[in-house]
C-alpha cells in the first residue's frame, strides 16, 4: 500500500533524512520518497505491520507537522 502525507516544515536535506530515517526505523514501511518542494512524503508500506498513525507520530517526533 501506498499513501501520500503532507508535511509542514520540511526544507533542506537535513529534514527529508530526518523524516526519511524515522520512517524507515518503523517494521513494515518499505520505501521512503519526500519532495520537500510539495512538502509530500510517499510511503510504501505493509499495512499489517504498521499504521498510518504510527508513520504521523514518527515524523511529528522530528519536529514537522502532518496535515
Do not use: P
Request: glycine share 6%; proline share 0%; net charge negative.
Amino acid at each position: 500500500m501506498t499513501i501520500t502525507l503532507n508535511v509542514q516544515g520540511m526544507t533542506c536535506n537535513h529534514c527529508k533524512m530526518a523524516v526519511t530515517n524515522a520512517l524507515t526505523e518503523l517494521a513494515g514501511v518499505q520505501n521512503v520518497e519526500v519532495n520537500l518542494q510539495e512538502g509530500t512524503v510517499n510511503v510504501k508500506y505493509d499495512e499489517a505491520k504498521v499504521d498510518v498513525e504510527k508513520m504521523k507520530e514518527a515524523i511529528e517526533d522530528q519536529g514537522y507537522d502532518v496535515k
